[in-house]
């Protein structure tokens, strides 16, 4: 069955052919670790995980790279303002250095929750400024840089295409502009290489051909990409805000050294909205993942609430949608519970439609409805078991692990237990009756065992 997936670059659903048969390169733009992640850059990683669990249902092996910026993402996309790190740390009254460690590790915790595989490489910008040095060389080289009083810049007019991944307009662009240009030759320009700001020492530095300074937040995912997948690999993943300047940055710079776009498919998770407005980390108060945790959410459920709507729709965060995402995977993993053991087939049928869905460009509202399907059927339980095992191969909710909670006999109830038990010592069989009675009432089960009456919380279904 063939995978179909959207690609960004040719706005097309394009049936998905690796470029090998050994292995499929996938990269993923990573976070920024000047704070913690919020909910909505979490939801472009679970789309990205989605993906690499599809390509492998569908018997692709993935070599799968994703960079943590640690340096050089200035607070404006337009290369100017304080780079986010310096930021974080006077906010902290850290270094840079340490808040990188920090929020790096916040955010492997974060993807741990929500059952995201790790990257098979984790690819730092400060550790890779070589290969980033040597990439701008390489652009140079070529004839397409300039340098102004604060940097070395990328000269967007000397080629042809660019943008075309944003479809921008750059005609239009240059006439309608009234963005404040510096000395920048053309409004799409962007830095290379920033230098280091003449009055103040910066925290992240290095030297370079050019001057003391630091690199670009475009060039080290072009530069990490190349080094760990290739010039011209599988897949190139982002949010949606990449479709329009970090994206097509990426692609000038890969084209203007190596003459490729980097990626033969580019894809992007849309946003999550708070309230119907953009969630983002700049602007103030962010829910994060450990804001649902504290509230006693489990955090697969956000991870279900965002494989219910299409990943390149837009989703709306409300509480109210969590609660019901919240029950419905309660009475998922309720069913998947009693179940018991999987048996060794799965129902082929079920398997086909799972698959259709998934490899419907990442239909996961489509592929959830056939799990629901699965659960009503009248299959046997032990296939109902193996198949939806298989199925969480991509929903990655860790259905066949779950166990109820061992709860705990009040006191009370134990109490009831031992006078009944008493009761039916001493023959009074309507007293024991009625206690039971009492127990089953109160939302417990009574049953008589070969060691004894067992007492347990009746299931809930909610
Ligand atoms: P950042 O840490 O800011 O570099 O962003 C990390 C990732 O989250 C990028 O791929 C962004 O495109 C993505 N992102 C940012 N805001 C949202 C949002 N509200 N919903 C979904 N993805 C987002
Ligand atoms: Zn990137």
């Known amino acids: ?114 059952n995201i595989m790790e990257p098979h490489i984790w690819c730092r910008a400060t550790d890779h400024i070589a290969e980033q040095i040597a990439e701008i060389q390489c652009i140079e080289a070529n004839g397409f840089t300039y340098q102004t009083s604060d940097g070395l810049y990328f000269d967007t007019a000397r080629l042809p295409n660019y943008g075309y991944l944003a479809r921008l307009d750059i005609e239009g662009l240059e006439a309608g502009t009234r963005v404040d240009m510096a000395e920048k030759r053309n409004p799409t320009d962007f830095a290379l290489w920033k230098f280091s700001p003449k009055d103040e020492q910066r925290q992240m530095e290095w030297d370079s051909p050019w001057g003391i300074g630091f690199p670009g937040w475009h060039l080290e995912c072009s530069a990490m990409s190349t080094k760990y997948l290739s010039t011209f690999f599988d897949i190139h993943c982002g949010g949606e805000d990449h479709i329009m300047v970090h994206h097509p940055n990426e692609i000038a710079q890969t084209e203007a050294c190596h003459g490729t776009r980097l990626a033969n498919y580019w894809m992007h998770g849309y946003f999550l909205q708070l309230d119907d407005t953009k969630m983002a980390k700049s602007v103030g108060e962010f829910l994060r993942l450990q804001t649902m945790i504290n509230r006693g959410y489990d955090p697969l459920v956000y991870r279900l609430f965002c494989l219910s709507a299409n990943y390149r729709s837009k989703l709306n965060f409300n509480w109210e949608s969590i609660d019901g995402t919240s029950r419905q995977l309660n009475r998922l993993r309720l069913a998947v519970y009693s179940w018991g053991d999987p048996g060794s087939e799965t129902d082929a049928s079920y398997i086909t439609r799972f698959t259709e869905q998934v490899n419907d460009d990442l239909n996961l509202p489509r592929a959830l409805a056939v799990t629901w399907d699965l659960v009503k059927s009248n299959l046997p339980d032990d296939v109902k078991k193996a198949t939806v095992t298989a199925f969480d191969r991509v929903l990655g909710l860790k259905l066949a692990e779950w166990v109820p909670e061992e709860e705990s006999v009040p006191d009370d109830i134990v109490a009831l237990a031992n006078q009944r038990q008493k009761a039916r010592a001493e023959k009074r069989y309507p007293d024991a009756d009625t206690l039971r009675d009492q127990i089953i009432a109160a939302g417990y089960e009574i049953k008589d065992t070969p060691t004894g009456p067992e007492v347990t919380r009746k299931p809930k279904a909610d």
């Open 1 to 114: 069955m063939n995978l179909t997936l959207y690609d960004t670059y040719t706005r097309s659903l394009r049936e998905f052919e690796p470029l090998s048969p050994d292995e499929v390169g996938l990269y993923t733009c990573g976070p920024t670790v000047y704070d913690f992640a919020h909910i909505g850059n979490l939801r472009t990683y679970i789309f990205e995980d989605l993906l690499r669990r599809v390509l492998e249902f569908n018997g692709h092996t993935v070599k799968h790279v994703m960079n943590i910026t640690d340096v050089g993402h200035l607070v404006s996309d337009a290369d100017t303002g304080e780079d986010k790190m310096e930021m974080g740390a006077r906010r902290t009254g850290k270094t840079a250095w340490e808040i990188a460690e920090f929020y790096a590790e916040a955010f492997k915790d974060d993807l741990r929750h929500l």
